[in-house]
DNA sequence: GCCGTACCGTACCGTACAGTACGGCGGTGT
DNA sequence: ACACCGCCGTACTGTACGGTACGGTACGGC
């Protein structure tokens, strides 16, 4: 319930684990890809070559290892950035498209799937934040970064709308589609890499369709 | 592992179990509301005043009565049909606003929430078909009962699109956002029946700026 | 050399729960 | 009346796993 350091800094920018630490949850997360929430204490201790006692005193109980390991993840992913000066249309465009299938990659890929699927078995029951936790690293992060250039894309002229989050929850819509329930259901197999490119190029033509400003369309 | 009845037919119209087996079904569903996948066949032998002994007899195992379980609520949904003659794109656009308005009501109640997060759960270790099901009776009743729609449409010239599954999958981004891996991840509180019904006037209008043939708008 | 600290490995405990066994009881056919 | 059967209730078994205790080892300070 209590994860020694991690615990104070409100957002885990991961650096209050040691080297050893994070070999420990490192171990954690490589069960979690194969064994999802059916991972256990002695399965961790074995893997990391640990001891369960040490487990204990470093994150509490079963819980705090979880939300650590989450935590661990969640301060590994760096999405790309998106961040572009000299905005015309054409290059939002690119950007957009760019930056949605880097995100449909990382969420089709087998850690987000299982990592969020852990997080949503919990969500049910327990009452440990890992949901949160998620959220504000996934959907959440996502929107940070997306919604300033949304702003400044209007600023520029390119887009038009009222409500940010408005606009940022259709771009959602439209890149993620059906594809993360269907993956978190375990429907498979996955979209590949081509056919990622194919639905976030459309998505993000679909979202100027609807946002974009035509006479500032160049073309 | 074998449901008595319900391994037979394919689809699982749930006419295969018996008044007093759907008591019991009703009984897992209550508690699956309450305790999610945690629920224990003792709780639900209890809670439907049946001996343990007789679930195992009609559902084999913990699993397959899971599975009855999921297969017994999908039989009971029943979504709005959304059939309708004299399209016109006034209706168009009312019906597939109501439809959505219907479909993101359920998705978002307790029920739905519960059954997924269990069928996602499950979908990670267990070789259980419930992610299946769920997606058969979910994700996919919803495109074989939009589709044709869609299609009647493109045929009285309101829609124009060349591939259905793509324009279906626009639609289902639009309509659920990031509502529902958001409730699943136990974001709360859920959207009330204005804000669904806001985002759903808005889904609806966004399909049709996308997919609807402008000289057939008639306002 | 001695002590404290941190950690590993393993054995252990308690509990929760899937699955089984069995006695009892009410209904139905003969 | 009696046998049979489906079902309830309860007791039981086996096991998996969270959490704890403890002995053994390596290491750094004094």
Redesign the interface.
């Known amino acids: 319930m209590a994860v020694a350091a991690a615990q104070v800094d409100q957002h885990g920018e991961g650096e209050a684990f040691s080297e050893r630490q994070r070999e420990v949850l490192d171990a954690a997360l490589e069960l979690i890809l194969q064994?999802?929430?059916?991972l256990t204490m002695a399965s961790v201790a074995r893997r990391a070559s640990c001891s369960k006692e040490t487990l204990y005193k470093w994150f509490g109980d079963r819980d705090g290892l979880l939300t650590a390991t989450v935590q661990w993840q969640a301060s590994k992913v760096r999405l790309p950035s998106l961040d572009r000066e000299n905005l015309d249309y054409r290059s939002l465009k690119q950007g957009l498209a760019d930056f949605a299938e880097s995100w449909l990659s990382v969420l089709t890929g087998q850690m987000s799937?299982?990592l969020?699927?852990?997080?949503?078995?919990h969500?049910?029951?327990a009452r440990s934040g890992l949901?949160?936790i998620?959220?504000d690293n996934g959907?959440f992060a996502i929107g940070q970064r997306v919604k300033p250039v949304l702003e400044m894309a209007r600023d520029a002229g390119l887009l038009a709308f009222d409500d940010t989050e408005?606009a940022f929850?259709?771009f959602?819509?439209?890149?993620?589609?059906?594809v993360?329930?269907?993956a978190?259901?375990?429907?498979r197999p996955l979209p590949d890499k081509q056919a990622i490119r194919q639905g976030t190029e459309?998505?993000a033509q679909?979202f100027l369709?609807?946002y974009g400003v035509p006479e500032n369309e160049g073309r």
């Open positions: 064994a999802g929430d059916g799937i299982a969020n699927a852990m997080a949503i078995a969500s049910s029951s949901g949160g998620v959220l959907r408005e929850c259709t959602f819509g439209l890149v993620v589609r059906d993360q329930i269907r978190l259901l375990g429907d459309l998505a679909q369709t609807l």
